[in-house]
């Protein structure tokens, strides 16, 4: 089913000729039931004209219809498609032609959260909000039942099979992961819907996650898994920049010659300065005076 153009008339021009047809069709009837001088009888040929003019001008006004801006009325003929019309005002067509309007108006949803599985396994809550418009009228009203419908249940379908191709958080480098590739997800979303939504003539403008976060069962669990991965990695990033400070510490002391540091002491030294640098509290220097014999 595709799309085809049909040319309408312009409804105002064609309503003033149905007054006019109309208003002479009744001076006709008027004119008819007076009594002929001659045979003291109606005129039948007044009175026939005027009831036929009456029920074409009648029949005429059925084929006016008005299609607004961003609105397509789809036309057919008893079950047969015949075309669609999207010039803007009031239109006529064939009378006996059905008129579906269709608007092709930009809209928008959310849709529910949505409980699934993501790609470790762990229950997750999702909601998206879909951008989306009808660009094929035919195609919306004959190929699916109710497109609104379709768009609704195809975009739940579409969530859940996204939501389960990516982890919650990114594992590795370069992993796609839904809290931290917003974009690419989005991408993919979309995708998903405008491969889904094709046959029902909707275009799918844009597509973004609006809720995202652990089912509530597993919310606790998860945080502190999360402020774990945040501690290691911060352990990590200090001892790696204690050990580095270490380093250039006996470096220095070696090139100037401040002090002669046997394999021993250089290994107290670096134990206490690891101590000093990895530390999570301030350290109390000891200070060793000697003693007094």
Known sequence: MKE????????IPF????????????WLFVSGTHLDPQTGTPSATRLVGGVLLGALAFLSLIGLYKVEPNQAA??????KYVGTVKDNGLRWNNPFYAKRKVS????????GKLKVNELDGSPIEIAAVI???VVDASEAVYNVDDYESFVHIQTESAVRTMATSYPYDQHEDGQI???SH????????????AERLADAGVQVLDARISHLAYAPEIAQAMLQRQQANAIIAARTRIVAGAVGMVEMALAELQKNGVVQLDEERKAQMVSNLLVVLCGERATQPIV???TIY
Do not use: C, I, T, Y
């Open 15 to 26: 309503l003033l000729a149905v007054l006019v047809v109309a208003v002479f069709a009744a």
């Open 74 to 79: 789809v036309l057919s003929l008893f079950g």
């Open 131 to 133: 951008v989306w418009q």
């Open 177 to 179: 992961a839904l809290r």
């Open 182 to 193: 917003a974009a690419e997800v989005s991408q993919h979303l979309k995708d998903e819907l």
């Open 4 to 11: 085809l153009p049909l040319r309408s008339l312009p409804g």
């Open 288 to 290: 060793n005076a000697g």
């Open 104 to 111: 092709m108006r930009v809209r928008n949803f959310e849709s």
